[in-house]
């Protein structure tokens, strides 16, 4: 199964996407996480690892002629891949969790994201996963994504909607693009949340919006505090909350434990 996190800027998907890959790798799953936000630099560290991978924007050479270098000879020339096929460089592997990163925006005047966003979507278009593996997918934040036909190639859409009005109009409107293209598996899990009052006031909200919630992670001060270092924690209010998570989104999509 391929999952995308998408959200409004600040959302916490990444947060999210760390949660979710530890859990996953707890329940016996060999994860693939795909950095496909060319923004936000720091999920690398989150997942544990000391430095990120070098991103598979450079395997074809840059962003300059990226179209006539997808069919040249690589990987990413294959009809399908399978992620034992990605070079040791462009992908991190530790216990069964392993990362690979699209392209980051670098420096100023470099252009636009375009390109990150055609190779996201080969990429995953091609991605031949096990049966064993699942893949999680950090989108770019908002919904240009869904423009340049990334998600084209995802079974399920996670939605990370915080209480703030502008992020359930955003997961709204992400909802409603992930279902134009599809995909029957489309769902909200509500994150950042301060009490169980705000929690059923925010669920509501989005129920209202035909938007279905598999989930809720509270505010916990063990994410904050971790998240100075740039980590995750290894217990806490959020881990606790992220199995009910993943038992909702394994029962909705029809995927069993393995083993």
Same mark, same amino acid.
């Given at each position: 199964m391929k999952i995308s996190v998408c959200g409004k800027g600040g959302s916490g998907k990444?947060?999210?996407?760390?949660?979710?890959?530890?859990?996953?790798?707890?329940?016996?799953?060999?994860?693939?996480?795909v950095d496909s936000d060319?923004?936000?630099?720091? *999920?690398?560290?989150?997942? !544990?690892? %000391?430095? &990120?991978?070098?991103?598979?924007?450079?395997?074809?050479?840059? +962003?300059?002629? @990226?179209?006539?270098?997808?069919?040249?000879?690589?990987?990413?020339?294959?009809?399908?891949?399978q992620t034992t096929q990605i070079p040791g460089e462009?992908?991190?592997?530790?216990?069964?969790?392993?990362?690979?990163?699209i392209?980051?925006? *670098?420096?100023?005047?470099? !252009?636009? %994201?375009? &390109?990150m966003g055609v190779l996201?979507?080969?990429?995953?278009? +091609?991605?031949? @996963?096990?049966?064993?593996?699942?893949?999680?997918?950090?989108?770019?934040?908002?919904?240009?994504?869904f423009g340049r036909g990334v998600d084209t190639s995802i079974d399920s859409v996670l939605i990370v909607v915080e209480p703030p009005l502008e992020s359930v109009n955003v997961g709204q409107k992400i909802h409603e693009l992930a279902s134009g293209i599809g995909i029957k598996n489309v769902w909200a899990i509500m994150n950042k949340v301060p009490s169980d009052d705000?929690?059923?006031?925010?669920?509501?909200?989005?129920?209202?919006?035909?938007?279905?919630?598999?989930?809720?992670?509270?505010?916990?001060?063990?994410?904050?505090n971790s998240s100075i270092e740039g980590k995750i924690p290894e217990n806490g209010a959020a881990v606790r909350e992220i199995k009910e998570v993943m038992d909702s989104i394994l029962s909705r999509a029809g995927i069993p434990i393995p083993g």
């Amino acid at each position: 199964m391929k999952i995308s996190v998408c959200g409004k800027g600040g959302s916490g998907k990444s947060t999210v996407v760390a949660l979710l890959a530890n859990e996953a790798l707890k329940r016996g799953y060999h994860v693939l996480v795909v950095d496909s936000d060319e923004s936000n630099s720091g *999920l690398f560290r989150m997942l !544990g690892f %000391a430095r &990120p991978p070098v991103p598979l924007m450079e395997l074809v050479g840059g +962003k300059k002629g @990226l179209r006539q270098k997808m069919g040249q000879p690589s990987v990413l020339s294959e009809t399908n891949i399978q992620t034992t096929q990605i070079p040791g460089e462009y992908l991190l592997q530790k216990d069964g969790l392993k990362l690979t990163a699209i392209g980051k925006i *670098l420096q100023s005047l470099e !252009g636009c %994201a375009c &390109p990150m966003g055609v190779l996201s979507r080969e990429f995953l278009k +091609k991605l031949d @996963l096990a049966e064993d593996e699942l893949a999680i997918v950090d989108m770019e934040a908002g919904v240009e994504h869904f423009g340049r036909g990334v998600d084209t190639s995802i079974d399920s859409v996670l939605i990370v909607v915080e209480p703030p009005l502008e992020s359930v109009n955003v997961g709204q409107k992400i909802h409603e693009l992930a279902s134009g293209i599809g995909i029957k598996n489309v769902w909200a899990i509500m994150n950042k949340v301060p009490s169980d009052d705000i929690a059923t006031r925010l669920k509501a909200e989005l129920e209202e919006r035909h938007i279905e919630v598999v989930g809720c992670i509270h505010s916990d001060v063990n994410i904050f505090n971790s998240s100075i270092e740039g980590k995750i924690p290894e217990n806490g209010a959020a881990v606790r909350e992220i199995k009910e998570v993943m038992d909702s989104i394994l029962s909705r999509a029809g995927i069993p434990i393995p083993g």
